[in-house]
């Protein structure tokens, strides 16, 4: 879509270009990364760090690594709208697992991922104490999703040439190096700080610790695609590390996604956001679904499908909230928008109803849970559920203060009953009744179906449903707009078509 590649690249020139500045080696990126040497003039640590942390907000785009986690998935699909929205089948390929080596998000966020890793390894070269501790914690992180992703990841040896490729991890090798790195740093980072969750800490490094515990029986399975083993030791590790979180649950499931959301007690890990200043990405999580005429306004884009919107009640709080406030800003709830749209102040008149632009007189704008991969005609502009996880910074709709969640307090819960349900220690507890607590809904059953349909509702566009769908068995199946079994080699993206100029690299199977 034009109009939404202009805004983009206005929006994240200055990211992108403070993400790889401190390289000054383009082919390097695709290659793998560097640990020590490789920069011109001495090496700024603090500033390397500031760097590594910005890298974050990388996640907070509609492409990348979210393209890539979620509109893979059931939960999030990009129809073409006429000749709108198409981007040369860009988000088309990504939810009915058609794309190849040479796709463009699959690119980006493998150069996103490892161009951070490597501000990371000069952190880790040459910082103090405290900024290394942090730089490991950010560098377990970005290989993290690594390898999830990708499955194999690039490194170098402290003092290798330049001129050398660099070495590969298994997907094995790098999970092992993950857990070591973390298990090692955490004792060194702090505590959480109360209202700041942007920074490395102790919880968020006990979280990592669960999250690929919790996973090991994946990324160490034979075939990327399973069988796969749920080891006993490994998920009383996931328990041991959410026992060792200190957090609670917040009262409110929308104050982890307001503007003032840093004071939420559940959130773990975030990327900071500052209103009227850095952090303008986070728009994308209202504008990537809103029409062109609501307020905020959007680019008519993305949404969900009804297979997923049906796995919650309809009266389930979260995909519904509302305040005076909200509707006077706005006009309408947020959540998952579905049904007649109204302008600010929502009051249930014609006159204050939405209308489409392509009939701005007489047709009224309504949302139906009917979507296809390519609409046209009167459903262009109305078809599919909308999607709005952040509520939007009415003071700031352009550079919202809302802080991007990476790792809240529910989902480390969750895990730990899974980890129980696959063969840990204890008990599920009280566990799904407290998550249900605040929803308005009965608890899901402490069961592993139960659990899987929780974290569907629970952390819907929160960039972890791929990784819940490979656990489960679950991604490869068919789905409301892909109505066929994907090949096994989707398990995995594939190496990016550059990337395999360094010899050492492998394509993933299949590709």
């Given at each position: ?9 206005i ?34 640590a ?21 393209a ?73 992180f ?70 690929i ?15 796969y ?69 959007g ?10 919107y ?6 389930d ?42 009939n ?50 529910s ?48 952390l ?52």
């Amino acid at each position: 879509m034009k109009r939404n590649n202009i805004i983009k690249s206005i929006l994240f020139a200055s990211t992108l270009v403070f993400s790889v500045s401190c390289t000054n080696l383009d082919e390097e990126v695709l290659d793998g990364v560097v640990i020590g040497g490789g920069s011109s003039g001495p090496v700024n640590a603090a500033s390397l760090l500031t760097s590594s942390y910005e890298g974050l907000r990388g996640f907070q785009t509609q492409g990348q690594m979210f393209a890539l986690d979620e509109m893979s998935t059931d939960a999030l699909v990009g129809p073409t709208r006429g000749g709108d929205w198409d981007d040369n089948a860009t988000w088309r390929q990504i939810h009915v697992h058609t794309w190849a080596p040479d796709h463009n998000e699959v690119k980006n966020a493998w150069n996103a991922l490892l161009s951070q890793v490597y501000n990371c390894n000069l952190v880790i070269e040459n910082g103090t104490p405290a900024e290394v501790a942090q730089a490991r914690f950010l560098r377990a992180f970005y290989y993290y999703n690594v390898v999830d992703l990708f499955g194999q990841a690039p490194y170098r040896e402290a003092g290798s040439a330049l001129t050398d490729d660099p070495k590969v991890w298994t997907r094995a090798e790098a999970t092992g190096f993950i857990i070591s790195e973390l298990e090692a740093v955490v004792s060194q980072l702090p505590a959480r700080t109360a209202g700041d969750a942007s920074m490395a800490n102790a919880d968020a490094a006990h979280f990592l610790l669960a999250k690929i515990y919790l996973n090991k029986g994946v990324f160490t399975a034979a075939a990327a695609a399973g069988p796969y083993t749920f080891e006993a030791g490994d998920m009383n590790k996931v328990i041991e590390n959410v026992n060792a979180i200190n957090s609670s649950l917040a009262s409110n499931y929308w104050d982890n996604f307001k503007p003032e959301n840093n004071t939420s007690p559940e959130i773990l890990f975030s990327s900071k956001n500052v209103r009227g200043g850095a952090g303008g990405g986070i728009q994308y999580h209202w504008r990537m679904s809103m029409h062109y005429n609501q307020t905020p306004d959007g680019w008519n884009g993305f949404s969900t499908v009804a297979e997923y919107y049906n796995k919650f009640n309809a009266n389930d709080k979260r995909i519904k909230y509302s305040t005076p406030e909200i509707i006077a800003a706005f006009g309408n709830p947020v959540g998952l928008q579905i049904g007649q749209i109204y302008k600010p102040g929502g009051v249930e008149i014609a006159r204050d109803r939405i209308k489409t632009t392509a009939n701005p007189l007489g047709q009224p704008l309504i949302y139906t849970p009917a979507v296809t991969l390519i609409t046209s005609g009167a459903t262009l502009e109305s078809a599919g559920i909308r999607m709005q996880k952040y509520i939007p910074d009415a003071a700031n709709i352009g550079t919202p203060e809302n802080d991007f969640v990476f790792m809240r307090y529910s989902d480390a819960l969750l895990m730990k009953a899974e980890a129980v349900l696959r063969g840990g220690s204890g008990s599920v507890g009280t566990i799904m009744t407290d998550i249900a607590a605040r929803t308005g809904q009965a608890a899901s059953p402490a069961t592993l179906d139960g659990v899987y349909l929780e974290r569907g509702k629970e952390l819907w566009l929160e960039g972890w449903r791929r990784n819940d769908m490979v656990r489960f068995g679950k991604f490869l199946e068919a789905r409301e707009l892909k109505p066929y079994v994907s090949d096994a080699k989707y398990i995995l993206f594939p190496i990016p078509a550059d990337a395999l100029f360094n010899a050492n690299l492998s394509q993933n199977p299949g590709y």
